[in-house]
C-alpha cells in the first residue's frame, strides 16, 4: 500500500443529507470498492485497482495540503455511508488550467439526487471561499446522468471547448469530451431566478425549438442524428417530450406533497430509461410523437403557472430535490434541454 501523507485540513461542507470532509483511513477499502465496480467505471478508462485507488487517495489528501482545494469524501449523514467524492481539481490531461468541479459516486447511490446535491456545495465553496472566477466541468460526450448533473448545477455547455481526450485511443468510445462552464456571476444571478422569468425562459426556448421541428418534413425526421448513436430527429422529439412529462410531474407531485416516483429499492437509472424512451418513440408515429411534444410542453408551464413561488424557488423546500431548488430541476428539464437538442433538429 502506498506510504499516507499526513492528513490536511479539510473544510468540512454539509448539506441537507451529506457531508463533505477530509479522507480517513477507513474509506480506503469501500472507496476502492466504488473505483472497481464496472458500472462506475463505465465512464472511466478502466476499473482501479486497491492499490491505485488506494495512491488515487493520496494524491488527492496532498492536493487539500498544497492547493487548498481538492475533492472531498462525501458521507450520507444519515448512516455514515461513504458514496463517492465531489470537489475541485484541475486533471493533469485538462486542456485548460480552469478549475473543474467533478464528482464519482457508488452505483447505490445513483438516481437519489447526491451529486447535484454535494456539487451544488462546491461550487458554492469555489466560488465563495475560493473566489473562483469561473468553473468548469468535463465528462465523455455520452455520459447522460453526469451532465445532467452539469446542468443541475446551473452549467452551460461550451461545444466550442469539446476536446479529445489525450490519454485515450483514436479508436476508443469514450475520447470524445464535452465542456461544460459557470461563471461566478452567472452562478449568482440563479438566485435571482422568478417564476416570470422561469416561464419567459421555458416559452422562449420551446418556441425557438418548435420553429426547427416545424421546419422538418418526414424524411428529415426519419434520418440519424450525427453523433446520436444511431438516434434520429423523431426519437430526439420523443426524448424532449419525455422530460418535459418529467419535469410536469415532478411539479405537480412535489407542489402536493408527493413523491414523483415512489421508491422501489432501485435507483432511476438514465441509460435505460433511455433505451425504454427510444423503444417506445420508434414504436409510435411521427404525429404521435410530435402531439405528445406539444401536450407535454403545455402540462409543464401549467404546473409551473400553478405551483406556489415558494416551492419553485427556495432552496432545500423538498428532501426528494436535496439543496437544489425546484426551478433549477425545472429549467434544466425543459429550457436547458430544448437548447441542448435545437441544434439536433436545426440539423435537418
Known amino acids: 500500500m502506498p506510504e499516507s501523507p499526513a492528513p490536511p485540513t479539510v473544510p468540512c461542507l454539509r448539506t441537507a443529507r451529506l457531508l463533505l470532509r477530509g479522507w480517513r483511513e477507513a474509506d480506503r477499502e469501500p472507496f476502492a470498492a466504488i473505483n472497481a465496480d464496472p458500472e462506475v467505471a463505465r465512464w472511466l478508462s478502466a476499473p482501479l485497482s486497491r492499490a491505485d485507488s488506494d495512491a488515487f487517495m493520496n494524491r488527492i489528501m496532498a492536493h487539500w495540503a498544497s492547493d487548498g482545494y481538492a475533492l472531498w469524501a462525501v458521507e450520507r449523514t444519515e448512516d455514515g455511508a461513504l458514496l463517492g467524492f465531489t470537489g475541485l481539481s484541475v486533471p493533469a490531461w485538462a486542456p485548460e488550467p480552469t478549475v473543474e468541479v467533478g464528482w464519482r459516486f457508488a452505483r447505490s447511490a445513483w438516481g437519489h439526487g447526491y451529486a447535484t446535491e454535494a456539487a451544488r456545495a462546491a461550487v458554492r465553496f469555489a466560488f465563495e471561499d475560493l473566489g473562483l472566477p469561473a468553473l468548469v466541468s468535463y465528462t465523455t460526450a455520452s455520459n447522460e446522468r453526469s451532465r445532467r448533473v452539469m446542468e443541475r448545477i446551473g452549467m452551460s455547455r461550451d461545444?466550442?471547448?469539446?476536446?479529445l481526450h489525450p490519454r485515450l485511443a483514436e479508436d476508443h468510445p469514450l475520447r470524445p469530451h464535452v465542456t461544460y462552464r459557470l461563471a461566478r456571476e452567472t452562478w449568482r444571478s440563479l438566485s435571482g431566478m422568478d417564476k416570470r422569468t422561469l416561464l419567459a425562459d421555458i416559452r422562449a426556448h420551446h418556441d425557438t425549438l418548435e420553429a426547427a421541428a416545424a421546419a422538418l418534413d418526414a424524411d428529415a425526421f426519419a434520418a440519424e442524428v450525427p453523433g446520436m448513436d444511431g438516434w434520429t430527429?423523431?426519437?430526439?422529439?420523443?426524448?424532449?417530450?419525455w422530460w418535459s412529462d418529467h419535469s410536469a410531474r415532478v411539479v405537480d407531485a412535489l407542489v402536493a406533497g408527493r413523491e414523483p416516483y415512489p421508491r422501489d429499492g432501485e435507483p432511476f437509472d438514465i441509460d435505460v430509461h433511455n433505451a425504454r424512451v427510444l423503444a417506445e418513440g420508434r414504436?409510435?408515429?411521427?404525429?404521435?410523437?410530435?402531439?405528445?411534444?406539444?401536450?407535454a410542453y403545455r402540462r409543464v408551464v401549467a404546473a409551473v403557472e400553478a405551483a406556489p413561488d415558494a416551492d419553485l424557488l427556495e432552496t432545500g423546500r423538498f428532501a426528494w430535490l436535496g439543496d437544489?431548488?425546484?426551478y433549477r430541476t425545472v429549467a434544466a428539464d425543459t429550457s436547458e434541454h430544448y437548447a441542448e437538442h435545437l441544434p439536433h433538429l436545426a440539423a435537418g
Open 159 to 163: 461545444p466550442a471547448a469539446d476536446f
Open 233 to 241: 430527429r423523431k426519437d430526439v422529439l420523443a426524448h424532449v417530450e
Open 283 to 295: 414504436a409510435r408515429s411521427l404525429d404521435d410523437v410530435r402531439r405528445g411534444e406539444a401536450e
Open 324 to 326: 437544489e431548488p425546484l
